[in-house]
């Protein structure tokens, strides 16, 4: 880790209870308060060794998605779009220390990957939860945005998801701890799926719509692909699956949507999930679109979260 800083950013128990319900970003861990030192091991970062509040204190808006090239590009796109006054070569890793995930700031926006599935966004959302909590952020918005494949719709359509629900198209999470299962809320903040909807709108060209997203836990079998390297249903089992879920609402499947949803409303976060999708599930299973092509579509996303960070920063559009 880096270097060390006096134990002076540590609150005390009672500051930090004030925080609580007030727009700021609490853990629901009755342990954390007495700990001496909070080590976020898989971000490189701690209580101890770096001034948390004075790094990230003013963070308003954090944006997720599973790549970590994807994170540093929408980082240095937001440095370009919120104009600010450093070089972009100061636009830098602060995760370098691991390579578990990669953290960037540009002014109130942080850019984080989160790698592929339930897991590993999990493990980054309980350290970066403690970070902004740590760092006694207020009223900050977090953003995934990611890729999944569409169920129904064009390719490179955008959704955004206003129900995370699981392979069972039920709305939950479900958390195993110790031997139990505990059932969590995926509800996502509707206010915020709105007004990410009526942004996109002042897009040209930006199909975007507002559909269920469905979170499962892998990429082939568990999405009802036919091509990975076991599959142990029928063609017409997996259409069937994958019209089914088109009936009960759902226009898109990736793998962190449903943990993102609960962990973050748990935690005072107000959460939206907007991917964009590659393909369309009901006609196939591989996604071989030019890579150019999938490039511009991982950059619609971006484009929408810019244009609703600059809208509520007050500040003026430059992209079209
Ligand atoms: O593009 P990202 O954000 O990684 O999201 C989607 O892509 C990955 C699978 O290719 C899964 O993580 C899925 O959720
Ligand atoms: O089909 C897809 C495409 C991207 N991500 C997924 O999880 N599924």
Redesign the pocket.
């Known amino acids: 880790m880096a270097s060390s800083f006096p134990a002076s950013n540590t609150s005390t128990r009672s500051e930090r209870n004030t925080y609580v319900g007030k727009g700021f970003v609490h853990v629901k861990n009755p342990y954390l308060d007495s700990m001496d030192e909070d080590v976020l091991y898989h971000l490189d970062l701690g209580t101890k060794t770096h001034n948390l509040p004075e790094m990230f204190g003013d963070v308003k808006f954090v944006c997720v ?3 970590p090239n994807r994170m540093k590009a929408f980082a240095l796109f937001m440095h370009k779009e919120l104009r600010l006054e450093d070089s972009e070569e100061d636009v830098k890793d602060i995760c370098a220390g691991t390579d578990r995930y990669c953290m960037y700031k540009t002014g109130p926006v942080l850019s984080i990957s989160h790698g ?2 339930i897991p590993s966004i999990s493990i980054m959302l309980h350290e970066l939860i403690k970070l902004l909590y740590h760092a006694r952020c207020c009223d900050v918005t977090i953003i995934r945005i ?3 494949g569409g169920v129904g719709i064009a390719p490179g359509s955008v959704v955004i998801t206003d129900r995370a629900v699981d392979s069972f198209f039920k709305p939950r999470f479900e958390q195993v701890i110790l031997d139990n299962v505990v059932t969590r809320s995926t509800e996502l903040d509707k206010e915020l799926a709105e007004e990410l909807f009526n942004c996109s709108k002042e897009i040209p060209d930006f199909p975007t719509l507002i559909g269920h997203t469905m979170c499962t836990y892998d ?1 082939y079998e568990g999405q009802g692909r036919l091509d990975g390297a076991l599959c142990s249903f029928s063609r017409e089992k997996g259409l069937d699956y994958l019209k089914r879920a088109y009936n009960a609402g759902i226009r898109n499947i ?3 949507s449903t943990v993102f949803a609960a962990m973050c409303r748990l935690c005072g976060l107000k959460a939206a999930v907007v ?1 964009v999708t590659l393909l369309n599930r009901l006609e196939c299973d591989q996604i071989n679109s030019p890579h150019d092509v999938l490039v511009e579509y991982q950059k619609r996303p971006q484009l929408l979260i810019s244009r609703f960070i600059k809208q509520r920063l007050g500040l003026r559009d430059q992209t079209s």
Request: proline fraction near 0%.
């Open positions: 998605g599973g790549s592929m599935g990611g890729t999944s990429f990736e793998m962190e991917c």
